[in-house]
């Protein structure tokens, strides 16, 4: 059984840098694609971004990108969101998950992480 527990989410104005992380453990994710969501007050959890198992491809929302990275530390069996830029719409409660697929294309990592093991969210809010 895989456990994820996410922590770094706080309340920042608008332009801060934030770190989240996600630890797992009872299980080493090296073969796990593991990636981010969120959720907004009264919308949907959406996806944020995505690292494959090796680390070698990252995939990110458009509304994220450029601004957010994702990585991942094997050793440390964790996986970080670094949080740049940040805007009042980037407030949600975000989530990491984890998904026993080593390989795929984009939409279907994406979906195999919505079927995976998730956290219990950490939340963030951006002030203006």
């Known amino acids: 059984q895989v456990q994820l527990v996410e922590s770094g989410g706080r309340l920042v104005q608008a332009g801060d840098s934030l770190r989240l992380s996600c630890a797992a453990s009872?299980?080493?994710?090296?073969?796990?694609?593991m990636g981010w969501f969120r959720q907004a007050p009264g919308r949907e959890r959406e996806f944020v971004a995505h690292?494959?198992?090796?680390?070698?491809?990252?995939y990110y929302a458009d509304s994220v990108k450029g601004r957010f990275t994702i990585s991942r530390d094997y050793a440390k069996n964790t996986m970080y969101l670094q949080m740049n830029s940040l805007k009042p719409e980037d407030t949600a409660v975000y989530y990491c998950?984890?998904?026993?697929?080593?390989?795929?294309?984009?939409?279907?990592?994406?979906?195999?992480?919505?079927?995976?093991?998730w956290g219990q969210g950490t939340q963030v809010t951006v002030s203006s």
């Open positions: 690292i494959t198992y090796s680390g070698s491809m990252t």
């Open positions: 009872g299980r080493t994710l090296s073969h796990y694609v």
């Open positions: 998950a984890a998904a026993n697929t080593a390989a795929g294309g984009i939409r279907y990592l994406t979906e195999a992480l919505k079927s995976g093991y």
